[in-house]
């Protein structure tokens, strides 16, 4: 007499938990990258926003400034020395520049522990204008190749 048996083997399951992890232990890390890279778009929005305002109050009084408040850009919770944002927190100092007047731009992470990947940490994005108007990474405690894979 045959037994006729239904259901998967352990060898069967063991194949697919398997599966399953190796997939889940690639997709993650780029969720997160995503997400991150997602969070730097709002950073860039106030990084532009301050430059227009910043080149405009040059053009009417011939120097930038580090006081927020003189710019014609509003924030909620804007105080005169910095931006607050869901993700970041902005700050402007005097810079120095060869070329004439100049400041420095500086967009830090801030977060509870749990909502940043460790990939990341609580880092930095520094703009110095107009000298070097591009962004960089100021400081990545998770290593700064990890941080410059969000600003490319």
Do not use: W
Request: net charge positive; with cysteine.
């Amino acid at each position: 007499m045959k037994i006729n048996r239904k259901g998967f083997t352990l060898i069967e399951l063991l194949v697919v938990v398997l599966i399953i992890g190796i997939l889940a232990s690639i997709a993650i890390p780029q969720y997160f990258k995503v997400v991150e890279k997602a969070r730097v778009s709002e950073a860039m929005s106030i990084i532009s926003s301050v430059k227009s305002a910043q080149e405009r109050f040059l053009a009417r009084g011939g120097n930038y400034t580090q006081d927020f408040t003189r710019l014609d850009i509003s924030y909620a919770g804007m105080t005169a020395s910095s931006i607050p944002s869901k993700f970041y927190g902005a700050s402007a100092s005097a810079g120095t520049c060869a070329s004439g007047p100049c400041y420095v731009l500086t967009l830090t992470r801030h977060t509870n522990s749990s909502s940043v990947a460790a990939r990341y940490g609580n880092y930095s994005l520094n703009v110095n204008v107009p000298d070097k108007p591009s962004v960089t990474i100021a400081a990545c405690p998770g290593g700064g190749a990890n941080c410059n894979e969000l600003i490319d």
